[in-house]
C-alpha cells in the first residue's frame, strides 16, 4: 500500500509543478519510514546509489542528444525539415501535416524541446490557411513529437528507447512488430481523433483565432536551409545506429559532426550552440535520476516482491 501512496504522491506533486529533485527524494523518505527501512541509510546508499549509477551510465547520451538537438535547432536544419514535410501535406491536411514532420523530428532524435520551436510557427501558418481551431495545435504537435516516435517505432535514437538496451541486452530495433504495431494504433487513432474534433469545432464555427504574433515573427527570421541538408544528420544517425550497428554514443557524434561540416560556415556560432545544448542536458539527466533514485528505493521496499 505504501508503494502505491508513494507513488501517487510523486505523481501528484508532478502535476502541481514541484521540482522532481527535491520531491523525490522527500517521497523516497516517506516510503522508506513506512516501510520500515532505516531512513537515512536508505537516502544515501539506496537512493543515491540509483540515482548515481543512472547518471553514470546515460549522461553521455543525454549530452550528445542534448547537443544534437540543439545544433539541428540553432543552424534552422529542423525548421527547414519542418517547413518542407508539412507543404508536402498542404493547408487541408494541416494536422496530418504538422503531425509528420514533429514524427520525423524525433525519430531521428531531435529534441521535443526543438521540435516545439521549430514547428511552431510552421503549425501557426497550416492552422491559420486552413482555419484549424488553435485549440487543437498542442494536441497535433505531442501527438508527433511525445508519443510514437519516441516510445513505440523501433530504431530512434531517443532516450526512451535506448535506456531498455543495457537491462535487456538488447539493440534500438528490437520489438519490432509490437513497435510498429503499437505507434500504428497511437498515430492512426490520435490523427482519427483530432480530424474528429476538428470537424466538431468547425461545426460550432470555431475556426483560428490569432496568436500573439510577435513570438510569431521572432521565430521565422532565421533562413532555410536545404531540405537534403537538414534532414542528412538525421538519417547518418539512424542509420550507423540500426544498420551499421554502432554504439549510440558514437552515432551521435558522426551526427553532430556531420551538422558542423554541413554548416562549417557558421562556425561561430557552435559553441554557444554546444554549450546550451550541454546545459540542458544536465537538467534532462538530473531529472531522470532523481526519478530512477525513487525507483530504487520502491524495489527495496519489502513489499514490491509481492506487488511485481
Known amino acids: 500500500m505504501v508503494i502505491i501512496v508513494g507513488l501517487l504522491l510523486l505523481m501528484f506533486f508532478a502535476y502541481l509543478g514541484w521540482s522532481i529533485i527535491w520531491v523525490a527524494p522527500v517521497v523516497a523518505t516517506f516510503v522508506a519510514y513506512f516501510s520500515g527501512l532505516k531512513v537515512l541509510p536508505t537516502y544515501t546508499d539506496v537512493y543515491m546509489g540509483g540515482f548515481v549509477d543512472f547518471a553514470a551510465k546515460w549522461f553521455p547520451i543525454f549530452l550528445l542528444g542534448a547537443v544534437f538537438g540543439k545544433l539541428m535547432e540553432d543552424t534552422g536544419a529542423a525548421?527547414?525539415?519542418?517547413?518542407?514535410i508539412a507543404k508536402l501535406?498542404?493547408?487541408?491536411?494541416?494536422?496530418?501535416g504538422v503531425l509528420i514532420a514533429s514524427a520525423?523530428?524525433?525519430?531521428?532524435?531531435?529534441?521535443?524541446?526543438?521540435?516545439?520551436?521549430a514547428i511552431y510557427p510552421l503549425a501557426i501558418a497550416l492552422f491559420r490557411e486552413a482555419n484549424?481551431?488553435?485549440?487543437?495545435?498542442?494536441?497535433?504537435?505531442?501527438?508527433?513529437?511525445?508519443?510514437?516516435?519516441?516510445t513505440a517505432i523501433p530504431g530512434t535514437p531517443q532516450i526512451?528507447?535506448?535506456?531498455?538496451?543495457?537491462?535487456?541486452?538488447?539493440?534500438?530495433?528490437?520489438g519490432s512488430i509490437i513497435g510498429i504495431v503499437s505507434g500504428l494504433i497511437m498515430a492512426?487513432?490520435?490523427y482519427l481523433w483530432l480530424a474528429y474534433r476538428d470537424k466538431k469545432l468547425k461545426a460550432k464555427?470555431?475556426?483560428?483565432?490569432?496568436?500573439?504574433?510577435?513570438?510569431?515573427?521572432?521565430?521565422?527570421?532565421?533562413?532555410?536551409?536545404?531540405?537534403?541538408?537538414?534532414?542528412?544528420?538525421l538519417i547518418v544517425v539512424v542509420v550507423t545506429l540500426n544498420v551499421l550497428k554502432w554504439e549510440p554514443i558514437v552515432s551521435l557524434l558522426i551526427g553532430i559532426f556531420s551538422i558542423l561540416l554541413i554548416n562549417f560556415k557558421h562556425y561561430k556560432t557552435f559553441i554557444s550552440s554546444i554549450n546550451e545544448g550541454a546545459k540542458g542536458s544536465v537538467m534532462a539527466v538530473i531529472n531522470t535520476s532523481a526519478a530512477v533514485g525513487f525507483?530504487?528505493?520502491?524495489?527495496?521496499?519489502?513489499?514490491f516482491k509481492d506487488v511485481t
Open 79 to 84: 525548421k527547414s525539415l519542418a517547413q518542407r
Open 89 to 96: 501535406f498542404g493547408s487541408k491536411r494541416a494536422i496530418l
Open 188 to 190: 492512426v487513432g490520435g
Open 104 to 117: 520525423i523530428l524525433t525519430y531521428g532524435g531531435v529534441s521535443l524541446f526543438v521540435v516545439v520551436f
Open 295 to 303: 525507483g530504487s528505493v520502491i524495489t527495496a521496499v519489502p513489499e
Open 205 to 233: 464555427n470555431q475556426g483560428f483565432t490569432e496568436p500573439n504574433e510577435s513570438s510569431v515573427a521572432a521565430s521565422e527570421e532565421q533562413d532555410s536551409m536545404n531540405v537534403i541538408l537538414a534532414i542528412l544528420p
Open 132 to 150: 484549424v481551431s488553435r485549440n487543437l495545435l498542442p494536441a497535433t504537435i505531442a501527438l508527433g513529437a511525445f508519443t510514437f516516435t519516441m
Open 160 to 174: 526512451q528507447n535506448l535506456i531498455p538496451t543495457a537491462t535487456f541486452k538488447t539493440n534500438a530495433m528490437s
